[in-house]
């Protein structure tokens, strides 16, 4: 059996991938140091446990942290793992900007999720409203292999899957290819389009036309041929629209 550690487990991004991974076969535990994302283990009824025990034990270590701690939790974790073992890290800017510590004799593994399409149908209203997936609305995701072997890469792919279930489509791309897309084309190019849509949105209900209304033509679009604006639906929901 696989022996997982997920480090930051109690924290937002953590306790996504917790909820997915007590429905896996994984032997996973859980590392958390704030109040609050301990209650969140709690809650779930999970337990924190001590990183001695498990990090010399962990097949995989799962770095949840925040990209500002990585680096320090990253140079006190790594160093703990036996030699073969594989890092997965959920974000490519820290591995990029060298914060990740590295050791030779471990794989190194970068896995993000696309989260759902704003085109896809989905046939409940919970998944519909899963704007970032992990829960019930299928999302691809992007995998980069970023030192290793292999089966280091065919390894943090299928833990990837699982966390971050249901899965549509798996990516392979290099790290500097996941950097291009968030946050370069994501986060400013895609994001500020969206942002538009929304700024036009109030300024039609501004002049008078009814939200529904408004909100109504919005989403549907049939006379565009922009499809950013076409699947502006889930952008537009999470603005509050």
Known sequence: MTKITVV????KMGCRLMDNFVKSSYQVACLEVSPQGIENLRTRSLTVARQEDVIPQSDVVILGVPDVAIGKVSA?????????????TLDPAAPLDNKVYLRDDLGYVIAHPCHPSVFNWEPTEQATRDFYGGISAKQSIVVALMKGSEADYKLG???????????DRVHR??????AILEPAMVETL???????????YDRVVELGVPADAARDFQWASPHSDCGAVQGSKRHLLRCGV
């Not at 792919?157 to 899965?167: H, N």
């Not at 791309?173 to 996941?178: A, G, H, N, S």
């Not at 895609?190 to 036009?200: L, N, R």
């Open 76 to 88: 006190e974790i790594i160093p703990m793992m036996k030699p073969g073992a594989l890092v997965l």
């Open 173 to 178: 791309i290099t790290l500097e290819q996941m």
């Open 8 to 11: 930051g487990a109690g924290g």
């Open 190 to 200: 895609a994001q500020t389009c969206m942002e538009i849509v929304k700024e036009g």
């Open 157 to 167: 792919a299928q833990i990837a899957s699982e966390m971050y279930a249901p899965i």
